[in-house]
C-alpha cells in the first residue's frame, strides 16, 4: 500500500514555512495521541504517520530530499539515503514539542508553602464637609492574622516544615505511561514540597487566625467619589509565614443636600425673591468651610444667572489652592398673594410698556412675524 504524502499528513502546502509546520504538527499530535484515545485502535496509526512526517519535513535537509525524490529518498533508492546517516526516531519529535510547551512546568520550582496573604478591600462613604477639610477615620476590619503560638509557621511550636518524603522536595510526581511522562502536582505536599509533620494546634497548621483588627486610616483633603487608599501590610497574614497583604480603602462621598461637586468646583442654587431680582439686593450663602459669603444681585438678574465667588470652593488633593463656588440664583414666582397684593401686580403690569420684559417681548414680536409669514 503506497504511502500517503507527508504534506498531505499534516494538512499543510508544500511552501509552508517552519511555523506553520509545527502549529499544524502540534495540533494533529495531541489529538491523536494514544492516551487520549485508548478507545481508537486507528488513533495510534495516525499518531505514528503524523511523527514520521514532521520528523521528515522539519529537516531541511531530509525535506529537500523529500521534495525530490519522495519516499524513495528514505528506502534505499535515490542513492541510498537511508544509509547516508539519516536514522529516525518518530518519537523524539512529540517529546520535543511536549518539552516545549511544558518544560518549563517540568523544570519549575516548586510552590513555596510560605505564601502571600490576600488583599482586602473596605468601602467606606463619607460627607462633602470631611472630604473638603480630610479626617482621621477609624475603621474595624475581619481578617486573619499571624498566629501567635507558632509565630506563622503553622508547625507546633514554631518549628521549621521539613521536606515532602513522597516528591523529596520538588512538589511535582512524574508517572511513566509508556515513551510519555505524566507530571502531576504532588497529592502529599499539594505541590509546595513541604510537609508539617506536628502542625500547631492554634490555627491548623495554617500559620494564621481570624481576628478583627482596629486601625486609624488618614483622609486627605480634596479627596474624590472613587479614591483609593492603600494600607500597606494590613491585607489577610500569609499562609505559613508569608507576606501579609494590602488593606485598600475605596471611598464614596454621599451626596449633600445643598452642594454639588465638579471636580475642585461646587454648585449651589440660591432661590431669591422677584423683587430682589428686580430691583437688587444682597444675599448670604454658605460655604464649605462654615463661614458665609455675601454675593451682590444688581438691578434686572434673570433666573438660572451665576455668580462666581473665587477660592470658595472644593480642596485640591496635596495643595492648598482651592476651586471656585458657583452661586446660581432661582426666582421664586409670588405664591398665596392676598387681593391687595394681586391688584398691585395688575396695576404693575398695566403700566408696562414692554421695556421691563424685553425677553418676552422679543419672543413675541418674533411669534408675531412668523403668523404674518404662514398667513401671506
Not at 511544558?102 to 496573604?117: C, K, L, N, T, Y
Not at 521549621?160 to 522536595?169: F, L, R, S, V, Y
Not at 497583604?245 to 464614596?252: A, E, K, R, S, V
Not at 473665587?310 to 471656585?324: P, Q
Request: proline fraction near 5%; aromatic fraction near 8%.
Amino acid at each position: 500500500m503506497a504511502k500517503r504524502d507527508y504534506y498531505e499528513i499534516l494538512g499543510v502546502q508544500r511552501g509552508a514555512t517552519a511555523d506553520e509546520l509545527k502549529k499544524a504538527y502540534r495540533k494533529l499530535a495531541m489529538k491523536h495521541h494514544p492516551d487520549r484515545n485508548p478507545d481508537n485502535p486507528e488513533a495510534e496509526k495516525i499518531f505514528r504517520e503524523v511523527n514520521e512526517a514532521y520528523e521528515v519535513l522539519k529537516d531541511p535537509e531530509k525535506r529537500g530530499m523529500y521534495d525530490r525524490f519522495g519516499h524513495e529518498a528514505f528506502n534505499g533508492g535515490a542513492g541510498g539515503a537511508r544509509a547516508g546517516g539519516f536514522d529516525f526516531n518518530f518519537g523524539s519529535s512529540f517529546a520535543d514539542i511536549f518539552d516545549e510547551m511544558f518544560g518549563e512546568m517540568r523544570g519549575r520550582r516548586p510552590r513555596q508553602s510560605a505564601q502571600r496573604g490576600a488583599d482586602l478591600r473596605y468601602n467606606m462613604e463619607i460627607t462633602l464637609e470631611e472630604a473638603f477639610t480630610g479626617k482621621q477615620a477609624t475603621v474595624r476590619v475581619p481578617t486573619s492574622v499571624a498566629c501567635d503560638l507558632c509565630h506563622g509557621t503553622g508547625a507546633e511550636g514554631g518549628a521549621a516544615p521539613g521536606a515532602c518524603g513522597t516528591c523529596n522536595g520538588i512538589g511535582r510526581v512524574r508517572a511513566q505511561q509508556g515513551f510519555f511522562t505524566i507530571e502531576r502536582t504532588c497529592p502529599t505536599c499539594q505541590g509546595t514540597g513541604q510537609v508539617i509533620k506536628d502542625p500547631c494546634k492554634g490555627c491548623g497548621g495554617a500559620g494564621r487566625v481570624q481576628k478583627e483588627k482596629t486601625l486609624s486610616v488618614n483622609i486627605p483633603a480634596g479627596v474624590d467619589d472613587g479614591t483609593r487608599i492603600r494600607l500597606a501590610g494590613e491585607g489577610e497574614a500569609g499562609f505559613r509565614g508569608g507576606p501579609t497583604g494590602d488593606l485598600y480603602i475605596f471611598l464614596t462621598i454621599a451626596p449633600h443636600p445643598m452642594f454639588q461637586r465638579d471636580g475642585a468646583n461646587i454648585y449651589c442654587k440660591v432661590p431669591i425673591s422677584i423683587v430682589t431680582a428686580a430691583l437688587g439686593g444682597v444675599v448670604e450663602v454658605p460655604t464649605l468651610d462654615g463661614t458665609r459669603a455675601r454675593v451682590t444681585i444688581p438691578e434686572g438678574t434673570q433666573h438660572g444667572h451665576q455668580f462666581r465667588l473665587r477660592g470658595k470652593g472644593m480642596s485640591m488633593l496635596n495643595s492648598r489652592a482651592r476651586g471656585d463656588m458657583y452661586i446660581e440664583v432661582q426666582i421664586e414666582t409670588p405664591v398665596n398673594l392676598n387681593k391687595r397684593q394681586q391688584e398691585l401686580l395688575r396695576e404693575f403690569e398695566a403700566a408696562g410698556d414692554g421695556r421691563h420684559s424685553p425677553r418676552s417681548e422679543g419672543f413675541f414680536a418674533k411669534v408675531k412675524e412668523l403668523w404674518e409669514d404662514l398667513t401671506e
